[in-house]
């Protein structure tokens, strides 16, 4: 493993955990440049004792292998060996013990770690390792350390204590840590002779603890920390270092049921055992507390206009705070609902109530002082700003905008500098929240790779009832910088608004204050309680369209500012929402300004973060349209949805129950319909996976290219695992080629306050961003090697989409991959990459840059005629001894020798200075040269200083290209995921057939044992049992020319009904996303909806009962279904009296089967409706089969197996008693509920017997049959 690639290197840090030790972060050896220390107590550096080697009562062992895990990293497999150079196997003692091991890997490195994050290495088959296992990772790093400790298991304990090799330093040997840096700034933290005096001390033994420093990992790995940190205001030792804690550690999120509060209140108020006083001086501030805070205009809370996100400061404190003190307030008046990560020297600092939140949220320790006060330092800001955010606050990043010798020569400049202009000056360079990470340079990479979308939306109920109503949205993933922007009208219910909320979750929503209706504000409650939503005031935050369109424009955000135009430069979905009259495009058009004023909620939060810029520029917009909208224009055409490129409709509630993307229990993926068919290689193509299922196919044309695609890939099995080893090399270059144009846009926006920030980490950071470049220069070399491959195959491809992937347009105009040869080739000769990937610093070889490069040819140029210039005038003289002399702006002066200057010297020789001997001189030609190359000298530093902005910026030109290529792999990774499952699922898959639905071919679905995508096996183990699902299919036993579309499920408690319709459905969907599925046939029309109403809950956060969700499932199944739906129903009524429940079950099985004629599947323990649909044509019965041994009016002495085998018929009872001993319910209770039973059912058949006698009476033709029937029964 190379030095940029070890272990802690690899992987971005998420939110590290706080050990007892505190010893699993690692650590830099960055050392202070050029800053003063001063320790909390003002007594000097304080070093950091270790705990000494103890013995540990430990089930480890050298020799042993573990899974071990440093903070905020993944589990890695380990050998267990003694300290190399101590000798110890342990440090620190109880809950702070720390194990030593060495971590597998090409290049092995060692560490000290945690024994509570030690686990025994079983071996790499295990469930631990597997999908959804607590050791499971699909990075090749770790899947190589485990084959190599699967080697190592196979030896015995003195043999693998052979492999350990490494002595290299992995963590320091002696922790001397370093104090919390102080700038220039004295005043704020006093001047007196005391502070100076520990100044000089700290200075002092700086020096001489300079040679103890010892590196802890490799020096060029990105990912180390500095030594440096805030120390608490008692000695620390490894134990007490900063970190975070473990509660905190495991809570990355916030809690469902509070909202992050800014206001610290007293709640770390210090406790008097660690010397910080009990309250904090902001507890005691009167203004501050809550209940009398005024915002900025000085409304106070109970103002229904009040402000939250701002705070007046009043004038009074303002003058008794310091210069810098004063203007942290002055940010945090403008920013009160966030933390401030405020940069002082190279730390950022929290005071008052943020110091707080950095204890109690980030582990973080207070310093010594009546205010309270903590920080970390710069190297760090990724770490603790993730863990932040992900806790629900918003981080402003306050950086210093020069060096506090850039303040000194501004005083200088200044006739009267106060107090106040002797602090350096400092911007906000970045506000962070969970809509709006970017991932930046300054920031962790993101693993998680599903889209974190920020929501706007605004409402406008159409009607006073609330009938109608319609939504404006745009949301956007920042991380990818793509837009959605669309307008549609809704009903009563919400129905697309949740659908939209379930394919596209945000992380956080804006909406106009007082806009959203009751209606929409239950949805955010109910739906996404966790979720961080903020009311924007309508006018100046939450813009209108009209200022929205004129800022758009105004600010040029989608014009090239190198080649400005005086036309208006839209988007083509944004100027599709202008009106046609208007040319300039600052009039909205007609039904659509409630999306254009979501667009400006939205432009308006990002100018707020500062990423406007950056994401705008990138002009990545798509309309979003519903995905019912074309059905409901089309509804006069019975098929026409099928033959275009219309998609199914999976709403939210149908998404819950089928388990598609969520399991209901967990939260998570296990077990989910994603999880099961999810084997995509790269970060994108999870995406576009994700983006598939919401929404399946419908046209059987464009579903049978995806199949053929499918097949196409299982027939060149060898290239296939050719190609998915070349993709699981690919990083996430959609987010790369994002960050690739953020920085390459700062070229442009050069009065970015991030460009003006001073970082002290600057070459960490320039190291970072190439080697994110260079990354993504790796991975489209890799696409090149796929698309080779492709090639030579792509003739034999059947699929269309196969073949526009893999054919280059521009050999072949059936092709849709863009020719990105030549470029990958210009930009592997630009640079020298492998100088660059270690210095940070791109020095361009020459055609790369133009303004370089004339820099250097005017260099070269003038130096020449310099020299040709020297070369005259000593023939000119008539001395061969006249040489140059001098150096930056007094180079060129010609030295002469003083006894061999000539008595005659030319008029044009100006003495410019002399020395003992020499004397020089300066022409005007050479004064003239001498201006021209240092101006020569300017641009090519300029040139080169911009120049890795520049290679970003050139880079991103190609944007387009690189994007459809991404595309294009994403497309390819997708399908050679359904390849690999139609080629790796227990039992036999089959294509499914697709029928185009015409007047002739009513709807229908025809599934011959088919089994459940997500179930293979029962919890006995036994095979999965499958089962025939015929739905609108001829009975030709029963009646060759029926057609019934609607199926009546019965059978016993737990007999499989629900998991039955699930089943139909997740089959269903997988057969129109264009995957084989799990049966033995499956032929079908397609389906434009799946409705279903599975289990039972309630929605007590929206304030609906659980027969009231029943109700209102149902009632949308009813207004939305069409004939070409699919209803899966389950157990409807039961929320209700037995009598309601069987009469509203009785009326919809009526309307789905008679009026809407829609597919269904309706399971239910109402025997009364087998009974009275047992003879209609549209209606089948069908039953979960069991076998009841020992069957007799006892119910106690009945012994049921279930056997999960769907067969025609109604099943007689449901068997509930068993399901009642099963779950151990009393044996007294249960002989109770029996006898009373038998009073119902006796009560049941007299009140039948009597209904027939009447219908015979009144000449029922089948009524006597049945009577006779009934008479044989029990009474």
């Known amino acids: 493993m190379s030095r940029q690639s070890s272990l802690l290197s690899f992987f971005p840090m998420s939110e590290a955990k706080r050990d007892g030790d505190g010893g699993c972060s690692p650590h830099s050896d960055a050392e202070p440049e050029g800053g003063r220390m001063l320790s909390p107590r003002g007594s000097g550096i304080r070093g950091r004792t270790r705990a000494p080697p103890t013995d540990c009562d430990c089930e480890f062992s050298p020799g042993d292998l573990v899974w071990a895990k440093l903070e905020g990293y993944p589990w890695w497999p380990c050998l267990v060996y003694k300290h190399p150079t101590e000798g110890s196997l342990f440090r620190g003692r109880g809950r702070s013990s720390r194990i030593h091991v060495q971590f597998f890997d090409d290049d092995p490195s060692r560490g000290w770690v945690s024994i509570r994050y030690i686990r025994p290495y079983t071996g790499s088959s295990g469930r631990d390792t597997s999908r959804g296992g607590m050791f499971y990772s699909s990075r090749p790093e770790i899947r190589r350390a485990m084959e190599l400790a699967d080697a190592a298991l196979k030896k015995e304990k003195s043999e693998r204590l052979e492999l350990a090799v490494c002595d290299k330093p992995s963590e320091s040997e002696e922790e001397d840590d370093e104090e919390m840096e102080v700038s220039d700034e004295g005043d704020d933290f006093g001047t007196s002779e005391e502070v100076k005096r520990r100044k000089r001390q700290i200075a002092r033994k700086q020096h001489a603890e300079k040679s103890k420093k010892r590196k802890i990992m490799d020096s060029d790995s990105e990912r180390e920390y500095s030594d440096m940190e805030f120390k608490p205001d008692e000695a620390s030792s490894d134990e007490n270092s900063v970190g975070v804690g473990d509660s905190d550690a495991s809570e990355s999120e916030a809690d469902p049921g509070k909202k992050p509060s800014i206001n610290g209140g007293g709640a770390g108020g210090g406790a008097g055992a660690d010397g910080n006083p009990t309250s904090w001086e902001h507890d005691k501030i009167d203004w501050l507390q809550d209940g009398k805070r005024k915002d900025a205009r000085r409304r106070r809370q109970n103002d229904p206009d009040y402000d939250p996100n701002t705070l007046f400061v009043p004038e009074d404190y303002l003058r008794n705070c310091t210069p810098l003190m004063r203007k942290w307030w002055e940010m945090k008046s403008q920013n009160f609902d966030s933390v401030l990560f405020y940069k002082v020297g190279k730390f950022y600092e929290l005071f008052h109530m943020d110091a707080v939140i950095g204890v109690n949220k980030m582990g973080l320790s207070f310093m010594k002082g009546t205010f309270a006060h903590s920080g970390f330092p710069e190297i760090a800001f990724d770490r603790y700003c993730t863990i932040l955010v992900q806790k629900g606050y918003k981080v402003v990043r306050v950086e210093q905008i020069e060096t506090p010798e850039m303040m000194e020569a501004r005083c200088r400049a200044l006739a009267h500098p106060t107090k106040y202009d002797r602090v350096v000056r400092r911007e906000i360079c970045r506000v962070i929240s969970k809509g709006t990470q970017t991932y930046g340079i300054l920031d962790s990479d993101d693993l998680d790779s599903h889209n974190k979308y920020l929501l706007c939306v605004k409402e406008k109920v159409d009607d006073s009832a609330g009938l109608q109503r319609t939504y404006g949205v745009c949301f956007v993933d920042t991380t990818v910088g793509k837009f959605y922007l669309g307008q549609f009208s809704d009903d009563r219910h919400c129905s697309r608004f949740r659908t939209l909320l379930a394919h596209h979750i945000p992380v956080q929503?804006?909406?106009?204050?007082?806009?959203?209706?009751?209606?929409?504000?239950?949805?955010?409650?109910?739906?996404?309680?966790?979720?961080?939503?903020?009311?924007?005031?309508?006018?100046?935050?939450?813009?209108?369209?009209?200022?929205?369109?004129?800022?758009?424009?105004?600010?040029?955000?989608?014009?090239?500012?190198?080649?400005?135009?005086?036309?208006?430069?839209?988007?083509?979905?944004?100027?599709?929402?202008?009106?046609?009259?208007?040319?300039?495009?600052?009039?909205?058009?007609?039904?659509?300004?409630?999306?254009?004023?979501?667009?400006?909620?939205?432009?308006?939060?990002?100018?707020?973060?500062?990423?406007?810029?950056?994401?705008?520029?990138?002009?990545?917009?798509?309309?979003?349209?519903?995905?019912?909208?074309?059905?409901?224009?089309?509804?006069?055409?019975?098929?026409?949805?099928?033959?275009?490129?219309?998609?199914?409709?999976?709403?939210?509630?149908?998404?819950?129950?089928?388990?598609?993307?969520?399991?209901?229990?967990?939260?998570?993926?296990?077990?989910?319909?994603?999880?099961?068919?999810?084997?995509?290689?790269?970060?994108?193509?999870?995406?576009?996976?994700?983006?598939?299922?919401?929404?399946?196919?419908?046209?059987?044309?464009?579903?049978?290219?995806?199949?053929?695609?499918?097949?196409?890939?299982?027939?060149?099995?060898?290239?296939?695992?050719?190609?998915?080893?070349?993709?699981?090399?690919?990083?996430?270059?959609?987010?790369?080629?994002?960050?690739?144009?953020?920085?390459?846009?700062?070229?442009?926006?050069?009065?970015?306050?991030?460009?003006?920030?001073?970082?002290?980490?600057?070459?960490?950071?320039?190291?970072?961003?190439?080697?994110?470049?260079?990354?993504?220069?790796?991975?489209?070399?890799?696409?090149?090697?796929?698309?080779?491959?492709?090639?030579?195959?792509?003739?034999?491809?059947?699929?269309?989409?196969?073949?526009?992937?893999?054919?280059?347009?521009?050999?072949?105009?059936?092709?849709?991959?863009?020719?990105?040869?030549?470029?990958?080739?210009?930009?592997?000769?630009?640079?020298?990459?492998?100088?660059?990937?270690?210095?940070?610093?791109?020095?361009?070889?020459?055609?790369?840059?133009?303004?370089?490069?004339?820099?250097?040819?005017?260099?070269?140029?003038?130096?020449?005629?310099?020299r040709q210039y020297l070369e005259k005038q000593r023939k000119r003289l008539g001395i061969k001894a006249v040489m140059y002399w001098g150096a930056g702006k007094n180079r060129y002066q010609m030295e002469i020798a003083e006894g061999s200057v000539p008595a005659n010297l030319p008029d044009d020789y100006v003495l410019k200075s002399t020395r003992k001997g020499f004397k020089r001189y300066w022409t005007k030609d050479l004064e003239k040269m001498l201006n021209e190359i240092i101006n020569a000298e300017e641009r090519r530093d300029t040139a080169q200083k911009d120049c890795m902005k520049r290679l970003f910026y050139n880079f991103d030109k190609s944007s387009e290209d690189w994007h459809t290529a991404v595309e294009c792999i994403a497309v390819l990774d997708v399908l050679m995921c359904f390849a690999h499952y139609s080629q790796g699922c227990d039992g036999p898959l089959c294509r499914p057939v697709i029928v185009l639905p015409e007047s002739n071919t009513l709807p229908f679905v025809e599934l011959k044992h088919s089994r459940h995508p997500c179930i293979t096996k029962t919890s006995s183990d036994d095979d999965f049992i499958p089962n025939d699902i015929l739905i609108g299919v001829q009975d030709e036993k029963a009646n060759p020319e029926s057609r019934t579309c609607c199926v009546l499920v019965t059978g016993p408690n737990m007999g499989g009904k629900s998991t039955l319709l699930r089943q139909t459905g997740l089959v269903v969907i997988m057969a129109q996303l264009g995957c084989f599925v799990p049966a033995e046939s499956c032929r079908l029309t397609p389906v434009d909806r799946i409705f279903t109403r599975l289990g039972a809950s309630d929605r007590i956060m929206s304030g609906e009962s659980t027969f009231f969700v029943e109700l209102s499932e149902t009632s949308s199944i009813l207004r939305h279904a069409t004939e070409h739906s699919l209803v899966l129903m389950d157990e409807l009524g039961r929320g209700t009296a037995t009598f309601d429940g069987t009469a509203i079950a009785s009326a919809v099985v009526k309307e789905l089967s008679e009026n809407i004629k829609c597919r269904t599947m309706f399971s239910t323990h109402y025997h009364s409706l087998v009974e009275d649909y047992s003879h209609t044509p549209s209606v089948r019965l069908g039953h979960m089969a069991c076998m009841v041994e020992n069957e007799t009016d006892d119910p106690s002495q009945e012994t049921i197996t279930f056997l999960y085998k769907f067969i025609k018929g109604a099943c007689p009872k449901s068997y509930g008693f068993n399901a009642a001993r099963l779950a151990n319910i009393p044996e007294e209770v249960i002989q109770k509920a029996q006898e009373k039973a038998k009073e119902f059912e006796a009560t049941t058949l007299s009140l039948r017997l009597f209904r027939k006698q009447c219908q015979i009476a009144e000449g029922a033709p089948l009524a006597r049959d049945e009577l006779d029937k009934l008479a044989v029964l029990p009474v």
């Not at 190609?723 to 846009?745: A, F, Q, V, W």
């Open 509 to 866: 929503i804006l909406f106009e204050r007082g806009n959203p209706s009751a209606e929409t504000q239950k949805i955010f409650k109910g739906l996404l309680p966790s979720t961080a939503q903020e009311g924007l005031i309508a006018g100046s935050q939450f813009w209108d369209a009209s200022k929205t369109l004129k800022t758009l424009i105004e600010k040029g955000y989608f014009g090239d500012k190198e080649n400005p135009s005086s036309e208006p430069i839209l988007p083509p979905v944004i100027k599709a929402m202008t009106a046609e009259t208007d040319s300039l495009g600052l009039t909205p058009g007609e039904n659509a300004e409630l999306a254009l004023s979501a667009l400006g909620c939205c432009v308006f939060y990002l100018k707020k973060c500062i990423i406007d810029e950056e994401l705008l520029s990138m002009g990545k917009f798509e309309e979003y349209i519903p995905v019912d909208v074309d059905i409901a224009k089309e509804q006069n055409s019975s098929s026409l949805f099928a033959k275009t490129s219309q998609r199914m409709v999976l709403d939210g509630v149908t998404l819950t129950n089928l388990e598609i993307l969520q399991n209901a229990t967990t939260g998570s993926e296990e077990g989910t319909l994603l999880e099961n068919i999810d084997t995509c290689c790269t970060p994108f193509g999870r995406r576009l996976l994700k983006q598939w299922l919401c929404a399946p196919l419908c046209n059987p044309s464009t579903i049978n290219n995806r199949l053929d695609a499918v097949e196409d890939l299982l027939a060149e099995a060898a290239k296939m695992s050719e190609i998915r080893d070349l993709l699981r090399k690919l990083p996430d270059l959609e987010r790369l080629l994002s960050k690739i144009h953020s920085i390459g846009s700062s070229l442009k926006n050069q009065d970015h306050p991030g460009n003006r920030a001073i970082l002290y980490e600057e070459a960490r950071y320039s190291k970072k961003k190439i080697v994110d470049f260079l990354s993504a220069l790796e991975g489209f070399k890799i696409i090149m090697e796929i698309i080779s491959i492709l090639e030579d195959i792509a003739d034999g491809f059947t699929s269309k989409t196969l073949r526009q992937i893999a054919m280059v347009k521009s050999k072949n105009p059936e092709g849709r991959f863009p020719d990105i040869k030549a470029e990958l080739e210009r930009w592997d000769a630009a640079f020298d990459h492998n100088v660059a990937r270690k210095t940070g610093v791109v020095n361009p070889k020459t055609g790369f840059d133009t303004q370089y490069d004339k820099a250097l040819e005017d260099i070269s140029s003038i130096e020449e005629g310099l």
